[in-house]
């Protein structure tokens, strides 16, 4: 028996239904999701939509960078390089191995008084802490104080993993290049008296490093013995469990040790090294006049030609010396401003244009 084909009986792509069958189609579902019928918003971009919009970016903007800028430029900071690379520098004689240790001295001057508490930092340059294979170059766990991982260091600590067939307590490339130089301040009287800056050395680590991230070995005994079986990193000249006297700031826990171990992302940094507290609000914290920083020189940098430097800097509320943000405000707000002047400009000429010409039609 023969059938009338009709195209349009032809389910969509597929083959005819066979007769008494059930239809079956691909067509969507009749709904306003699927058949792509629900209201949407779509901005009209019109100019009296956008100039205001480039006029308020400005206008907020701009007073918030020049209030960054200020408080920026009013941040007290100096900056002392001790590389000794000039052979005029009183650090020149670091340079040679042979002299061990070596101790250099260097005066300067604060042309104005530093109030509120003070920070020292020490800063490193052409230093990539942000290698790969330098920033993987550690164990967690061991840092954790997990017994375990004390005495089977991580792979990843290789090279810096055992030494002697002894376990490396801190394992890895961090720690083992961990900053050793000594810096005190001593400030100059009115006999020529030095008088030693009182110095701060806990509290520069974060809070979560020194009481989460970091920990020594759990027991009762004496931390020598809790760290029984290790041996101190190569560049190590003593072990970890003899980094402070103050129990509280030795092995893992030496806030020293873990301000090194957060790796800076860029290859010119600072670290933390010191507080110096305000004791007197009649005084200011650091007076104007002549200071001299003592150095004990233990870290080489002049092999990859990097330099080392100590800065002493205030803070404001929001941080320390950055007039990089002030700028960025200021040019973002000014450029914005001017892009709204220039558009005002191009739209009234255009529309008065516009105007004219439909009424000399």
């Not at 971009?45 to 956008?50: D, H, I, P, R």
């Not at 900071?77 to 004689?93: F, N, V």
Request: hydrophobic content about 35%; some cysteine.
């Amino acid at each position: 028996m023969a059938m009338n084909y009709n195209a349009k009986d032809e389910v969509d792509g597929g083959p005819p239904c066979p007769p008494g069958g059930t239809a079956k189609t691909r067509r969507p579902d009749n709904t306003a999701f699927k058949q792509q019928r629900l209201p949407a918003w779509q901005p009209i971009l019109t100019a009296g939509t956008v100039l205001p919009t480039f006029f308020i970016i400005g206008l907020i903007f701009i007073p918030i960078g020049i209030g960054i800028f200020v408080t920026s430029n009013n941040i007290r900071e100096i900056e002392i390089d001790y590389t000794g690379t000039d052979p005029s520098s009183p650090c020149y004689k670091c340079l040679s191995p042979n002299v061990t240790p070596c101790i250099c001295t260097i005066n300067f001057t604060l042309e104005q008084s530093f109030e509120g508490n003070v920070f020292m930092y020490y800063g490193l340059s052409n230093f990539y802490q942000n290698h790969r294979r330098y920033v993987k170059s550690r164990d967690d766990g061991q840092l954790n104080g997990d017994p375990t991982a004390l005495l089977n260091p991580s792979k990843e600590c290789e090279p810096y993993g055992r030494n002697e067939d002894k376990p490396i307590a801190p394992c890895g490339a961090i720690a083992n290049s961990m900053f050793n130089d000594t810096l005190e301040l001593f400030q100059v009287g009115n006999a020529s008296d030095l008088m030693p800056v009182p110095l701060k050395k806990k509290g520069i680590a974060w809070w979560t490093d020194k009481n989460v991230k970091f920990r020594n070995p759990p027991g009762t005994d004496p931390l020598e013995e809790r760290f029984k079986g290790t041996t101190k990193p190569v560049n190590w000249v003593k072990p970890v469990y003899m980094l402070d006297s103050d129990e509280d700031n030795n092995g893992f826990i030496n806030e020293d040790f873990i301000v090194w171990m957060r790796t800076a992302a860029l290859p010119t940094f600072r670290k933390l090294y010191r507080l110096i507290e305000r004791k007197n609000d009649l005084h200011p914290t650091l007076p104007a006049g002549r200071y001299y920083l003592n150095i004990t020189y233990n870290y080489p940098v002049h092999s990859f030609d990097g330099r080392k430097r100590m800065i002493l800097s205030t803070i404001s509320w929001m941080g320390g010396k950055n007039p990089f943000l002030g700028i960025a405000y200021i040019t973002i707000g000014s450029i914005s401003f001017l892009l709204g002047v220039v558009l005002l400009v191009i739209n009234h000429k255009y529309r008065n244009s516009s105007n004219t010409a439909d009424i000399t039609i």
